[in-house]
């Protein structure tokens, strides 16, 4: 039990998420299909809390005095990032972009950047839980397939 609120914990830290927790939970031996399922949830938890308050505070900090300059870079690129890829795939195509964005499983593409873009964009809450949940789901396969070695049995 304590594994699993180990690697569930692990899986809700920005930056870290379902990303570092799936090779821990292969490290403590945990079945596979439990240690996804805990890990999925753990990363899944904060994304209500990013997806409603996140731009919110970014807003509510861009004309604070220490902290200004930093929000506002965050929400001017955020915002232009989200009309570029709008251009690129129109809006039909968002749900896919997100859940190929989160689900490559390289630092800065997780649930947590995931959700506040899908934000920016004005996705909808139910497309953007779907959207990062099944990345979050091939993320944790990619991840829990490096960290047992398959892919290095098959020479990538």
């Known amino acids: 039990m304590v594994k699993y609120l180990t690697v569930f914990f692990i899986s809700m ?19 596979f299909f439990p240690a996804l399922a805990v890990c999925v949830l753990g990363n899944m ?28 870079f965050f929400l001017v690129k955020g915002e232009h990032a989200g009309q570029k890829l709008v251009k690129k795939t129109g809006r039909g195509g968002l749900f896919i972009a997100l859940m190929l964005f989160v689900g490559i499983p390289i630092p800065g593409t997780g649930a947590w950047t995931g959700t506040l873009g899908a934000s920016f964009l004005d996705m909808g809450f139910k497309s953007t839980v779907l959207s990062v949940s099944a990345g979050v789901v091939i993320a944790g396969i990619i991840m829990a397939l490096a960290s047992t070695g398959v892919f290095a049995v098959l020479g990538f």
């Open 45 to 72: 938890l904060p994304v209500p809390v990013i997806y409603f308050f996140a731009r919110k505070v970014l807003h509510w900090g861009a004309n604070k005095k220490y902290i200004g300059k930093i929000f506002t």
């Open 13 to 31: 830290v920005p930056i870290v998420e379902l990303r570092g927790a799936m090779p821990i939970a292969m490290g403590m031996d945990l079945p």
